[in-house]
């Protein structure tokens, strides 16, 4: 079985908010599970590199009330791949002229980046605390693997890495040969985290010194982001960022294609295994050079394979869907 979990997390959140709506929702859960004292979100890192995408992460900071949680950013201004451009809401405003969704009052260039902010906040943290959320690319994660010592530790990282994170729960992989929202390469279904950024992932996926859980894109294929259910469950939150996503921008410009990937991820991370998830044997996880992804079980293995349970589908879907009914405006 996977590693146990105790009562509350310290949660460093990663995630490439500002293409898929999938990313929303996570973060909306976790904000829900801390403010019900489950978890304690320590740090957000962002990997997406478009500068729109890093003040939507400093705007959902101070709709949630966390101006103090310091967030990180990857270095640069790439316009990669935006399925859904809803970062385009740190533009709107209200009719007297004000940001409709404001900003923390912190700037964008004081911001530390992403690896530097992780290697602060594991430096400050107790050993074997941390458990690290991952559902964005691997890219943060990658350099903090290869950096030094500094100002806050004279670790190295995977030192840093091993002394400090309890377990890596990472949305990512596919572990099946085809899946409908993946493109297959070499005849294997390849998912997107790992695409993004292929050698990152192998970095991390290969070279990590703690637990890993892995929850793969297959397991979110049972769970659509259906667009009338989101207006109508977040309906009485309409200043929150779930419903704003859906009430701009239409369900064709949204698609069909949009899961709830990342919420699992998080809900995984702070209930572990029992009533919604099966754990694999332990084993290992191998990255091609063309990002499929391969699970051998192994004794010696640092690795788990997380899968929602057949049996728990229905009660899983009406859990996502729960969480509407809080914002941290209530």
């Known amino acids: 079985m996977c590693e146990s979990f105790s009562t509350k997390h310290d949660f460093i959140l990663d995630t ?21 004292g489950k978890c304690n979100i320590k740090g957000i890192m962002q990997s997406r590199k478009l500068i729109q995408c890093k003040e939507l992460l400093d705007r959902f900071m101070h709709y949630y009330k966390a101006d103090s949680v310091p967030i990180g950013f990857a270095d640069g201004d790439e ?20 940001y409709f969704f404001p900003r923390t009052g912190i700037k964008l260039e004081d911001r530390l980046p992403s690896w530097k902010l992780y290697r602060k906040l594991l430096s400050e943290a107790e050993d074997n605390s941390i458990t690290i959320v991952c559902f964005g690319l691997f890219t943060n994660l ?32 596919c572990f099946v040969e085809s899946c409908p929202q993946f493109p297959e390469l070499d005849g294997h279904a390849v998912e997107y985290n790992i695409l993004g950024d ?76 029992g009533n919604y998830f099966d754990c694999s044997e332990q084993g290992k996880i191998s990255i091609s050079s063309s990002g499929v992804t391969n699970f051998s079980a192994q004794k010696d293995g640092n690795a788990h394979i997380i899968k929602i349970r057949s049996d728990s589908i229905a009660r899983f879907y009406d859990l996502l869907r729960s969480y509407s009914v809080w914002s941290p405006n209530n």
């Open 79 to 98: 316009h990669s791949q935006i399925f859904i451009p809803y970062y385009k809401l740190v533009d709107k405003k209200n009719a007297d002229g004000s």
């Open 198 to 273: 292929v050698p990152m992932a192998k970095k991390v996926i290969e070279r990590w010194p703690t637990s890993i859980c892995i929850l793969p894109g297959e397991n979110a294929l049972d769970f659509p982001s259906v667009h009338e259910e989101v207006l109508a469950d977040y309906s009485n939150a309409k200043d929150g960022f779930m419903y704003q996503t859906y009430a701009n921008f239409s369900k064709s410009q949204i698609g069909d294609g949009q899961y709830w990937w990342d919420p699992i991820t998080v809900i995984h991370a702070v209930l572990g295994e």
């Open 16 to 36: 490439d908010l500002g293409n898929c709506t999938d990313d929303i929702l996570a973060i909306h859960a976790a904000f829900y599970y801390q403010a019900q």
């Open 142 to 173: 990658g350099m903090l693997i290869d950096s030094g010592g500094d100002e806050y530790s004279s670790l190295d990282g995977l030192s840093l890495i091993a002394k400090k994170v309890k377990v890596l729960n990472l949305m990512g992989g």
